[in-house]
């Protein structure tokens, strides 16, 4: 059902000038809605200079967005500016229009007030790999070959969704993320020189457990959506908000290299040792790439892929690093 509008603010001074003549302003707000203020007596403007109409509205509008219409009949002292303790009494009923009324109309487009834009904490969970000129590495003779199970990919974002029309958002933001490539091959011991990074076995007599390489990135990105769900705020499991329906988006991000290091479990003399050192190890200091998510209902998915290759260019394998998972 179509919904239209409309707001009449009367204010009254005494009901002993209820013959006087009115003087209406009528506001157009898009196709079919309008605001209407009718004034008895213009003594009633000192009176009206005392709201903060601005929190008025911006209330109204949230309101009506989520179909609460309690406190649509009144005007309440806390709309009241600090310097003002007086009330007005509101009525919503469209006075009759007279002969002697003097009507002037203002148009303007639609604008939105105060919750255009909101924030939300995520959090991306899931596994990471690469590509060899799009293949996957040779699990038995690529010693940088990693298991898709153990390969986690973290990331701690906050972002804010702008609403730029109806059902199309702009998600934008930043964060910090983790790569962890953890070797198919236990014994890979990951070294650097002057030619590049080195990917070799070590041959200490040790009961290897795990070995891996971590990366830390500060990013930031762009996604514009496209929600069809029924509830504009993106959902999230910390703020609360769900939304019905399917959405999706594609976008940029850039990230830049914080910290790297690889990791040693082994096992000697019967106990269990972990050997860390934090290198660059020739990796891009520089990510780049196209974010992909995809929602129904409670539940996001994303996949990022980046453009750019892991390593520097002729200082290790060419692979170009991607993630994806679940977005809480």
Known sequence: MKTKLIILFTVLASSLLAQQPIDTVVIKVGDGSKVIFAIKDKKDLETMKK???????DDMIYKLEVRDSSRLNRLSSEFLKKDS??????KTEEPSVQSNQSISEVRYERKYHGRRTRNTFNIDIGTNNFLSNGSFPNQSSDLYAVRPWGSWYVAL????????????FLEWGGGFSWYNFKFQNNQVAVTQDNTGVLFNTDTRNYSFNKSKLTAAFINISAVPVLDFGSNKWKPSFFDGHRSSGFRIGLGPYAGYLLDSYTKQVYTADNKEKKEVHHNDYYLNHLRYGARLQVGFNSVDFFFNYDMNQLFVENKGPKLNAFS???TF
């Open 51 to 57: 709201y903060n109409f601005q929190k008025l509205m």
């Open 85 to 90: 303790a007086k009330e007005v009494v509101a």
């Open 157 to 168: 974002n906050s972002i804010y969704r702008t609403q730029m029309s109806r059902k199309f």
């Open 324 to 326: 994806f998972g679940v």
